[in-house]
């Protein structure tokens, strides 16, 4: 499998309702983070989690890192028809200059 | 708020012929990105760049792609000949330091469609 792999690929939930997505990877990171694009935009930083870190907030978003199954969980609380869009994992791994690895991405719909 | 910026926004090529790709980076970032996205894949690292020369790049990034900071706010993707698989969706960011310590500012992309 590739690297930074999210599940679910597609999630359609109802506004109010909370959506997790999942994300794996398999080599070692600096940190993973988290990007939002909407349909044919530009990628959105959400949030970033260091590999010393286990958990962290931001506003209605919640990222788990669990580095021994080299995995994350993005967490969106209360979800709104405007969180409509394709997430994604990505590793800042290996070296400083920053290379990003993306998984395939969580396509998220949010009924109103 | 600072943002990255992209020219142009779509760009129509014949396969075979050179284009440039441009981009101007948030003003006091020190590291530069270029991503492809094909349509319906996921996001894929060509090159970065830091202190005027290529830091790392990707099996994607052969002798037919190269990059530039010709004046020290742009920072250009040149494609010498273009092939129909390199149609996608081109993005340029930037970063304050290398996205190991930080967020990269991802521009709104070029779509490069080669016929």
């Known amino acids: 499998s590739q690297q930074g792999e999210e599940d679910p690929q597609a999630l359609s939930i109802q506004e109010g309702e909370n959506a997790t997505m999942n994300c794996s990877y398999k080599t070692s990171i600096n940190n993973l983070q988290w990007y939002r694009q909407n349909s044919g935009r530009g990628l959105v930083h959400l949030i970033l989690?260091?590999?010393?870190?286990r958990e962290k907030h931001s506003g209605r978003l919640r990222v788990t890192l669990d580095t021994s199954k080299k995995s994350s969980s993005l967490l969106i609380t209360a979800s709104r028809a405007a969180d409509t869009a394709s997430y994604f994992c990505?590793?800042?791994?290996?070296?400083?200059?920053?290379?990003?690895?993306f998984g395939q991405g969580t396509i998220l719909t949010v009924h109103p | 708020e600072p943002e990255v910026t992209q020219t142009p926004s779509h760009q129509v090529t014949q396969m075979g012929q050179e284009v440039i790709l441009r981009c101007v980076p948030i003003s006091n970032h020190l590291y530069f990105y270029w991503y492809r996205q094909i349509l319906g894949q996921k996001v894929e690292f060509l090159v970065s760049f830091y202190n005027n020369e290529i830091s790392e790049k990707s099996e994607i990034f052969d002798d037919q792609f190269s990059v530039e900071r010709p004046d020290g706010s742009n920072f250009t993707l040149k494609i010498r000949s273009t092939k129909l698989e390199d149609s996608a969706m081109y993005f340029c960011?930037?970063?304050?330091?290398?996205?190991?310590?930080?967020?990269?500012?991802f521009g709104p992309g070029t779509r490069l469609t080669v016929l």
């Open positions: 989690i260091r590999s010393n870190e």
């Open positions: 960011a930037s970063s304050p330091q290398g996205a190991s310590y930080n967020e990269q500012f």
């Open positions: 990505a590793n800042a791994g290996g070296t400083s200059y920053g290379k990003l690895t």
